[in-house]
Every structure is written in structure tokens, then in C-alpha cells.
């Protein structure tokens, strides 16, 4: 698992691409994807990388295109991921000042979702 920590008020579609930039990918798989996300550049580097972009468009697209449906409806296993990992007060308001504070306790928060 890979994950990156980016400023409150920054778009996450640049974090993103260098997230996938990072991945290594063994075989043909798909890719889930916020509508956060949708851009051209993003979709198209994730098709470069050799993912399946599984994303809807957003309403005020000229020129949608199909996605799996049924495949999209899992994107909700990660929303709740992240739920459990808010219940962690500390994750939620973010009371440490250092990034490596928050991701120290950030990690601690998913080995323990895990071990649930």
C-alpha cells in the first residue's frame, strides 16, 4: 500500500498521478476513481501505466464515456476505510503540527483497522 500526505487546500488530482506514477503493476487491473479524479491527464496516465480507469464522468462532461458500473460500486469498501480510520479522533482533527507525527499515528490507525 502506498499513500501520501498532501495540503488541505491543494487538488488531490496531482497527489494522485504520482501516486500512480509509484504503483507497480504485475497484470491487467482496474482502477477506482473518485470524480475527483476524472481529468484527462490523471485518466490517461493510469491508461499508460496499464490500468482500466473505473470512474464516472462528471455531469458537465461534452464527451462521457462508459465505465463498469457494477466495478464502481465497491469504490464505497475505500469510503468506508476511511470512516473506521476517522474514528480515530486524532486522524479526523489532526492534532499533530509534524507530518511525521500525524503519519506515525496515521499507520497506527490502519494496523489496527487491520487487526479488527
Known amino acids: 500500500m502506498i499513500f501520501s500526505l498532501s495540503g488541505g487546500e491543494k487538488h488531490d488530482a496531482p497527489e494522485g498521478r504520482k501516486l500512480i506514477e509509484q504503483l507497480e503493476i504485475v ?7 473518485d470524480r475527483a479524479y476524472e481529468d484527462d ?15 464516472p464522468p462528471k455531469k458537465n462532461r461534452l464527451e462521457p464515456w462508459d465505465y ?15 470512516r473506521r480510520i476517522k474514528s480515530f479522533r486524532r486522524v479526523f482533527t489532526r492534532y499533530e503540527k ?19
Open 98 to 116: 509534524l507530518d511525521v507525527m500525524y503519519l506515525a499515528f496515521l499507520t497506527f490507525a490502519m494496523i489496527v483497522d487491520i487487526l479488527k
Open 41 to 55: 491527464k490523471t485518466r490517461a496516465l493510469a491508461v499508460e501505466q496499464g490500468l482500466t480507469t473505473v470512474v
Open 68 to 82: 463498469d458500473k457494477e466495478l464502481y460500486k465497491r469504490r464505497n469498501e475505500v469510503e468506508r476505510f476511511f
Open 27 to 33: 497484470a491487467p487491473c482496474s482502477l477506482l476513481m
